[in-house]
T-cell receptor, first 113, second 117 residues
């Protein structure tokens, strides 16, 4: 399958709560990226973590990477209604050749006021 | 910086017609552009990789004669859906990789919604 797996598929939380999304992948990677997509829109790049990094922060976002388990997590702290969107992880396989990205199935996050 | 545009943003066409979608990198040179399609509530599926000045590389299962890709310059790639049918209705998204970046961050266009009647 081209896609990795993400869980949960859908997540519904209240404003102020933290949201955690997980991503698993299948092959050795160069880096892993997280993207956000609002309904019917293009993707917005959130954060990139390289294979030799274990954790990275950007504002309210915290990403971890465990290459031994081939998994990553995205934590959004103190969520806001504006965080409502779909979130995708994308991996850059080492054998990608032309540097392609393989996208996970995505997590649909709904943050309720 | 790093803005990618797509045109048109949406298109409705009759079955059997061809539709061209443009992808432009507005403020950087893109050696490589990627084309994805996305069905409702699903993830992005890579269709093909387009390198400037050479033939596109298609993913397994993607018909290259149906989805024609041209990457004539460092800022423009086009996807033509030939003899479109209702099952081709989808959200098509392009992305571009900047030539000077050492790792493969991609910048995405806003997408084109194609509806084939």
């Amino acid at each position: 399958s081209q896609q990795g797996e993400e869980d949960p598929q859908a997540l519904s939380i209240q404003e102020g709560e933290n949201a955690t999304m997980n991503c698993s992948y299948k092959t050795s990677i160069n880096n892993l990226q997280w993207y956000r997509q609002n309904s019917g829109r293009g993707l917005v790049h959130l954060i990139l973590i390289r294979s030799n990094e274990r954790e990275k922060h950007s504002g309210r976002l915290r990403v971890t990477l465990d290459t031994s388990k081939k998994s990553s997590s995205l934590l959004i702290t103190a969520s806001r209604a504006a965080d409502t969107a779909s979130y995708f992880c994308a991996t850059a396989p080492l054998s990608g050749g032309y540097n392609k990205l393989i996208f996970g199935a995505g997590t649909r996050l709904a943050v309720h006021p | 910086g790093a803005v990618v545009s797509q045109h048109p943003s949406w298109v409705i066409c009759k079955s059997g017609t061809s539709v061209k979608i443009e992808c432009r990198s507005l403020d950087f040179q893109a050696t490589t552009m990627f084309w994805y399609r996305q069905f409702p509530k699903q993830s992005l599926m890579l269709m093909a990789t387009s390198n400037e000045g050479s033939k596109a590389t298609y993913e397994q299962g993607v018909e290259k004669d149906k989805f024609l890709i041209n990457h004539a310059s460092l800022t423009l790639s086009t996807l033509t859906v030939t003899s479109a049918h209702p099952e081709d209705s989808s959200f098509y998204i392009c992305s571009a990789r900047e030539r000077h970046l050492s790792f493969n961050e991609q910048f995405f266009g806003p997408g084109t919604r194609l509806t084939v009647l």
